[in-house]
């Protein structure tokens, strides 16, 4: 029997930089596959939003998340056709996520779609239960965090090079109201699973963040 594909993950609250570090990891470990989670629930809120249905009702919610009609494109994210790439990375589409996120129904829809990006060479899983709940057995779990501070820095930075203006303070406070819910919630909450590797990265740089990671990842994965 071959060996299963690899998996790594990638856990924290937002604006812990995992994005970033998740696809530098990916590209280092010679082209891995990058599964960006947080999309599919921004993707899910969005999708609801336009549907009408208001945020109250799970049912309908797992409904549309089982059948999101989405392509990746030229990196573009179309969402029924429609090019949504900008308008799922604001700060109201991340509260948006973290709502229908915190539905076990929604949660439980996207299940299978997460486990269908594991293909070879190997899989970088960025989100906030890729460790705990979607991949449990993978072989390297870390969970990266920073100071809120810090975090809302990052994300202000991060909004105005895609050009979406933003008030660092309003966003303090939207991750702050954000990460509370997620780990808080009894479907998956965010906490890192019992065997990761925590990393603190206030104060450090992306390339000693990804470097660290690097690290553990060729002590666990088989040579090759
Ligand atoms: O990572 P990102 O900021 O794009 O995620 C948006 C929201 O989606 C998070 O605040 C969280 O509520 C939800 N999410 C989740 N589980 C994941 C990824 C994201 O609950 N695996």
Redesign the pocket.
């Known amino acids: 029997m071959s060996d299963p594909v690899p998996v790594i993950t990638i856990d924290g609250p937002?604006g812990s930089g995992k994005g970033t570090v998740s696809s530098r990891v990916a590209e280092a470990l010679g082209g891995w596959h990058f599964l960006d989670?947080?999309?599919l629930?921004?993707l899910t809120g969005l999708a609801v939003e336009k549907a009408g249905i208001g945020f109250e009702d799970p049912q309908k919610a797992a409904e549309i998340a089982a059948n999101l009609d989405v392509r990746f494109e030229q990196g573009k994210v179309l969402l029924g056709g429609e090019d949504v790439t900008l308008a799922i990375r604001t700060e109201q589409a991340?509260n948006r996520?973290?709502k229908v996120?915190a539905m076990p129904e929604v949660r439980a829809a996207l299940l299978d779609w997460q486990r269908q990006a594991v293909r070879p060479p190997g899989l970088v899983a960025d989100?906030?239960?890729?460790g705990t709940t979607v991949f449990p057995d993978a072989p390297l779990k870390v969970f990266l965090t920073a100071s809120a501070e810090e975090r809302a820095k990052r994300r202000y930075k991060q909004l105005k090079e895609k050009g979406i203006a933003s008030n660092i303070g309003e966003l303090a406070e939207e991750i702050r109201q954000?990460d509370e819910r997620?780990r808080n919630r009894s479907a998956s909450p965010l906490v890192p699973a019992a065997d990761a590797l925590v990393i603190d990265s206030t104060g450090m740089t992306i390339e000693a963040v990804v470097e660290k990671i690097l690290q553990a990842a060729h002590k666990v994965l088989p040579a090759g």
Do not use: F
């Open positions: 937002s989670s947080g999309a629930y921004r991340g996520a973290s996120a989100g906030r239960d890729m954000r997620d």
